[in-house]
């Protein structure tokens, strides 16, 4: 998904409309991309792709740029048509993600208020990929491949009408406020995340970026896959802190918010990890975040046997862990 600069439009006419999806049809034959669904609205677009070999930056990077060349020179322009760099989220295959994907990017006019929920139906909006999932492949780009989100909601080709039934209740939904926030709420880890699907998967991707991650500086990783790689090993660090100190997780919720284990705690996490104070206080449940300040100046100091003892256990911990 991509927006304009300064959220200016991105598409004055028609005529550009087609300009980039002609120009995304080149990017999918130099890239071998499938896309499962589109909309382009006013001043940004979604696409739902696969990208079967590793070129999504390379992809992402000719056609924003064509695009943008192709655009000025229509308009006599120049300059940045894009607001920075494009936002890609890791979709899980498996089970109804690419269903709820789907339905976000097609739900978008409606949304949006592009259509009148209740007196137009969805397909009246054109510059979607739903139109031709209701009507079949006739007329339909090479390179947009409809089935696999069908497939997801058990139809086969023939039952596109099942598909524009599924997709016109969702757009009845948006008009029940209730509903509709209910649809929001989901569509939130969409929106601000940086993958959709089950925590497994998001595990297995946190694995794939740690070896991506070898050997590389972290500056050059960036956005919520940075946040959440820090954040698993802050959390790592929690699980052999309470080993070290013998304590259940149990045992820690029901500890003060200034006790010396969770001022440790604090300390070993900041050490060890760039999270926030925020994330540690909420983590540790200690209070304020400022306390995560506070504990962490007092096991610095080190004053007192008990906080002398917690550090030099959990020091072996930090030990431990830079070594890996």
């Known amino acids: 998904m991509a927006r304009g600069n ?4 991105i598409f004055k006419s028609d005529a550009d409309r087609r300009l980039f999806l002609r120009t995304l049809g080149e990017a999918c034959e130099k890239t071998g991309w499938r896309v499962h669904a589109y909309v382009l609205m006013n001043n940004h677009y979604h696409l739902l792709v696969r990208t079967p070999e590793a070129n999504l930056v390379a992809g992402m990077k000719w056609l924003q740029g064509t695009y943008t060349q192709r655009y000025n020179l229509r308009h006599v322009l120049c300059g940045h048509l894009f607001q920075g760099r494009y936002k890609a989220v890791v979709i899980e295959e498996e089970g109804m993600y690419l269903q709820v994907v789907s339905t976000y990017i097609h739900l ?4 949006a208020g592009l259509i009148e929920i ?5 397909k009246s909006y054109g510059w979607s990929s739903y139109p031709f999932y209701i009507a079949g492949n006739a007329g339909a780009p090479a390179w947009l491949c409809c089935q696999t989100v069908l497939n997801s909601l058990g139809l086969r080709d023939a039952q596109r009408k099942g598909y524009e039934a599924y997709m016109e209740a969702r757009v009845l ?3 029940i406020k209730g509903r509709r926030k209910e649809l929001e709420e989901q569509w939130k880890t969409l929106r601000r995340g940086w993958y959709v699907g089950t925590r497994k998967f998001g595990q297995d991707l946190e694995k794939h970026l740690d070896k991506a991650r070898s050997g590389r500086r972290r500056e050059s990783h960036s956005g ?3 946040q959440a790689h820090d954040e698993a090993a802050a959390e790592a660090m929690i699980v052999a802190g309470l080993s070290a100190l013998g304590l259940e997780e149990t045992q820690l919720r029901h500890l003060p918010k200034g006790a010396p284990e969770k001022a440790g705690l604090a300390w070993l996490v900041r050490q060890r990890s760039t999270v926030s104070l925020r994330w540690v206080s909420q983590r540790l449940g200690m209070g304020d975040y400022s306390r995560v300040s506070q504990a962490v100046s007092r096991m610095d100091r080190g004053k007192g046997s008990k906080l002398a003892g917690i550090r030099q256990r959990l020091a072996e911990v930090a030990k431990t862990a830079a070594q890996k």
């Open 6 to 9: 300064n959220r200016q439009p």
């Open 108 to 111: 978008n006019p409606a949304r």
């Open 118 to 122: 209740g007196e137009q139906k969805l």
């Open 173 to 175: 939904e948006l008009g």
């Open 224 to 226: 919520p896959a940075r």
